[in-house]
């Protein structure tokens, strides 16, 4: 499968997201959200900004966006009529950059945490999961993660599945009535050399993940098999998502590095091809 590239010009685009019959995506090193529909012929526009680094994308029941604050270690609530707000500080519970997000049919948030300061060399650490509900104040759920990244729930399932990207594996939980994780365990080992990052997953649940450091998109199943793989050779895999008015485009957001100090030349893009399995709609 070739990519077709759609749209050029970001540092690094994170977060990918189908919602509302649009593609949206944070730009991780710009601070901006945007939003686009693939086949429109315009540009994303951006809707929203922060004044950090935004990764994760989520919404809750009334249309407001969640967005991972990162260095900060805020999630932000953003109504995208202007009135954006702290929706849970974790500043407490972590000294390092927060990650991606994922929001469960009850409106639980799960939100992963690097653990130590990845861009500034710091010895590795485990990495939480943070549950947030507008309820009750946020509290961690899970602490010894190795590097947890993008998450995804399983169609008709409690099954939050988390990509671990330094240990080259994806790590199920199941979710409790309190939302609370239980049951950990490893759901697929993945390639020797697989870093996964971004999550999406398909109406069979099957999980495509990004792994940025080595070029390449996996469609991975229970168990580990590897369905399917989309390579981007020189290109560092962000994210991706499912989407298109059939369900069946996968959209991949890439860039030229994952460090921000080498972003500045706005090589990041967003691809798509087409896929045999759609994505949840």
């Given at each position: 499968?070739?990519?077709?590239?759609?749209?050029?010009?970001?540092?690094?685009?994170?977060?990918?997201?189908?919602?509302?019959?649009?593609?949206?995506?944070?730009?991780?090193?710009?601070?901006?959200?945007?939003?686009?529909?693939?086949?429109?012929?315009?540009?994303?526009?951006?809707?929203?900004?922060?004044d950090d680094q935004p990764s994760g994308?989520?919404?809750?029941?009334?249309?407001?966006?969640?967005?991972?604050?990162?260095?900060?270690?805020?999630?932000?609530?953003?109504?995208?009529?202007?009135?954006?707000?702290?929706?849970?500080?974790?500043?407490?519970?972590?000294?390092?950059?927060?990650?991606?997000?994922?929001?469960?049919?009850?409106?639980?948030?799960?939100?992963?945490?690097?653990?130590?300061?990845?861009?500034?060399?710091?010895?590795?650490?485990?990495?939480?999961?943070?549950?947030?509900?507008?309820?009750?104040?946020?509290?961690?759920?899970?602490?010894?993660?190795?590097?947890?990244?993008?998450?995804?729930?399983?169609?008709?399932?409690?099954?939050?599945?988390?990509?671990?990207?330094?240990?080259?594996?994806?790590?199920?939980?199941?979710?409790?009535?309190?939302?609370?994780?239980?049951?950990?365990?490893?759901?697929?080992?993945?390639?020797?050399?697989?870093?996964?990052?971004?999550?999406?997953?398909?109406?069979?649940?099957?999980?495509?993940?990004?792994?940025?450091?080595?070029?390449?998109?996996?469609?991975?199943?229970?168990?580990?098999?590897?369905?399917?793989?989309?390579?981007?050779?020189?290109?560092?895999?962000?994210?991706?998502?499912?989407?298109?008015?059939?369900?069946?485009?996968?959209?991949?957001?890439?860039?030229?590095?994952?460090?921000?100090?080498?972003?500045?030349?706005?090589?990041?893009?967003?691809?798509?091809?087409?896929?045999?399995?759609?994505?949840?709609?």
């Open positions: 499968m070739s990519p077709q590239t759609l749209f050029d010009g970001f540092r690094f685009p994170e977060g990918a997201r189908w919602h509302g019959g649009r593609l949206w995506f944070s730009d991780m090193h710009t601070g901006e959200i945007f939003r686009v529909d693939p086949e429109s012929g315009e540009r994303p526009e951006v809707v929203t900004r922060i994308l989520g919404w809750l029941a009334d249309g407001s966006l969640l967005i991972s604050s990162m260095h900060r270690r805020l999630v932000l609530r953003d109504d995208l009529r202007g009135d954006q707000r702290v929706y849970a500080d974790l500043s407490g519970l972590t000294d390092a950059p927060i990650n991606d997000v994922v929001v469960d049919a009850t409106g639980t948030a799960y939100v992963g945490g690097f653990g130590y300061d990845l861009y500034g060399g710091a010895p590795q650490r485990p990495g939480p999961i943070f549950a947030l509900t507008a309820s009750a104040p946020p509290r961690m759920v899970a602490d010894d993660m190795v590097f947890p990244n993008g998450a995804v729930i399983l169609p008709g399932t409690r099954t939050l599945v988390v990509a671990e990207t330094w240990a080259a594996r994806l790590t199920a939980f199941e979710i409790g009535e309190d939302g609370g994780l239980a049951d950990k365990r490893v759901w697929a080992e993945l390639p020797e050399g697989s870093t996964p990052d971004g999550l999406c997953v398909d109406v069979e649940g099957g999980v495509w993940a990004s792994c940025i450091g080595n070029g390449r998109f996996l469609r991975v199943v229970a168990g580990g098999e590897v369905t399917d793989v989309v390579d981007v050779p020189g290109r560092a895999p962000a994210d991706c998502v499912l989407g298109g008015a059939d369900g069946r485009s996968l959209f991949l957001l890439t860039a030229n590095s994952w460090q921000p100090a080498e972003t500045g030349v706005r090589e990041g893009r967003v691809e798509a091809v087409t896929v045999d399995v759609p994505g949840p709609q």
